[in-house]
C-alpha cells in the first residue's frame, strides 16, 4: 500500500529564509502528489498538485515543488519564507488515475521567527 | 462557489449521545470524503462515495459510524453512541474528475465529554 513520510514533524525559519519541507512517499507506480496548507483552527488548502510532466510543479502563494522519481520525493521549497507562511503542511499520495483514497504524511508544523 | 460546507463547526457532547455531522460538496463534484484528525492517528480517510454511493468504508473505525450520502449535495456522518475517544476534528472533502485535488472543508470539531 502507498505511504507518505514527512520526516520533519516540527521546522523553525527566520522570516525571508528559504524554506525545504521533506516528503518521501511509497507507491509503485507513477503516483499522484499533492502539498497540503493548513492554519490554525482551518481547513486544509491544496498548494500544489503533480500527475505527470514537468518534475518541477508551481503552486500558491510562492510555494514549489520538485518530483524526483529516483529519490521517491516530492519536497515543497520557497524562496523567502514570509511570517503569514508559518502553519501546519501535509504530504498526500493518491493512486493514479486517483484523486481517490488520498493518503496524507503526518505534518510538518512550520514556525517562522520575525 | 462557497466550497465545501460543514456543519456544526464546533459539537459538544455527552457520552453516548448520538452525533451527527453535515456535509454538502461543491456543486457538480461527484467523490465525496470524510476524514478524522486526531493529533495521535494524525488524517485518516473514514469513508469516500461516488456518485452517491459508498466505495471504500475500510477506514470508519467501528460500527459505530455510519456515513450516508442521499443525494449529491448532502451527506452525513453519524456516530450513536458517541465516546470520548471520538473527540476528533472531522473534516469533509469532495472532489471530480475534471478538477484534481481535494477540496476541504473547515471541518467539526467534535468533543465529546
Known amino acids: 500500500a502507498q505511504s507518505v513520510t514527512q520526516p520533519d514533524i516540527h521546522i523553525t525559519v527566520s522570516e525571508g529564509a528559504s524554506l525545504e519541507l521533506r516528503c518521501n512517499y511509497s507507491?509503485?507506480?507513477?503516483?499522484?502528489l499533492f502539498w497540503y496548507v493548513q492554519s490554525p483552527g482551518q481547513g486544509l488548502q491544496l498548494l500544489l498538485k503533480?500527475?505527470?510532466?514537468?518534475?518541477l510543479v508551481q503552486g500558491i502563494k510562492g510555494f514549489e515543488a520538485e518530483f524526483k522519481r529516483s529519490q521517491s520525493s516530492f519536497n515543497l521549497r520557497k524562496p523567502s519564507v514570509h511570517w503569514s507562511d508559518a502553519a501546519e503542511y501535509f504530504c498526500?499520495?493518491?493512486?493514479?488515475?486517483?484523486?481517490?483514497?488520498?493518503?496524507f504524511g503526518a505534518g510538518t508544523r512550520l514556525a517562522v521567527h520575525p | 462557489d462557497a466550497g465545501v460546507i460543514q456543519s456544526p463547526r464546533h459539537e459538544v457532547t455527552e457520552m453516548g449521545q448520538e452525533v451527527t455531522l453535515r456535509c454538502k460538496p461543491i456543486?457538480?463534484?461527484?467523490?465525496l470524503f470524510w476524514y478524522r484528525q486526531t493529533m495521535m492517528r494524525g488524517l485518516e480517510l473514514l469513508i469516500y462515495?461516488?456518485?452517491?454511493?459508498?466505495?471504500?468504508d475500510s477506514g470508519m473505525p467501528e460500527d459505530r459510524f455510519s456515513a450516508k450520502m442521499p443525494n449529491a449535495s448532502f451527506s452525513t456522518l453519524k456516530i450513536q453512541p458517541s465516546e470520548p475517544r471520538d473527540s476528533a476534528v472531522y473534516f469533509c472533502?469532495?472532489?471530480?474528475?475534471?478538477?484534481?485535488?481535494?477540496?476541504f472543508g473547515s471541518g467539526t470539531r467534535l468533543t465529546v465529554v
Open positions: 456543486s457538480g463534484h461527484d467523490y
Open positions: 507507491y509503485g507506480a507513477t503516483p499522484y
Open positions: 462515495f461516488n456518485n452517491n454511493v459508498p466505495i471504500d
Open positions: 472533502a469532495s472532489s471530480s474528475d475534471r478538477d484534481y485535488g481535494y477540496t
Open positions: 498526500a499520495v493518491a493512486e493514479s488515475g486517483g484523486y481517490n483514497k488520498l493518503i
Open positions: 503533480y500527475f505527470s510532466g514537468d518534475t
